[in-house]
């Protein structure tokens, strides 16, 4: 088993510390994911505020793993991916 390491990465200008056993670039590849999302939804709503951002990315990355799952469900590869994306779940943001 893997020895979990910690890495900065930086969304929409503020730096979050991620904790995982995962490749540095894979999860700094996850976060310029998360940060592209973020500035498309920015700049086709004009939200401002950074929760709404923030949720409705949620939203748009969900979706895209919800079509993904329709069309492949079985694929080893995609529930790879998920898995991964669901242990962002242990991010860690300072106060």
Request: hydrophobic share 40%.
């Amino acid at each position: 088993m893997s020895q979990k390491q910690s890495l900065a990465v930086r969304i929409r200008g503020q730096e979050f510390r991620i904790r995982s056993d995962e490749s540095p670039e894979l999860l700094q590849q996850v976060a310029d994911i998360v940060d592209s999302t973020m500035q498309r939804i920015e700049q086709r709503t004009g939200a401002i505020d950074t929760l709404d951002v923030a949720m409705l990315t949620a939203l748009n990355l969900a979706r895209e793993v919800v079509e993904a799952r329709r069309a492949r469900p079985s694929s080893p590869r995609l529930r790879a991916l998920i898995e991964r994306a669901e242990a962002a779940g242990s991010v860690s943001h300072p106060s």
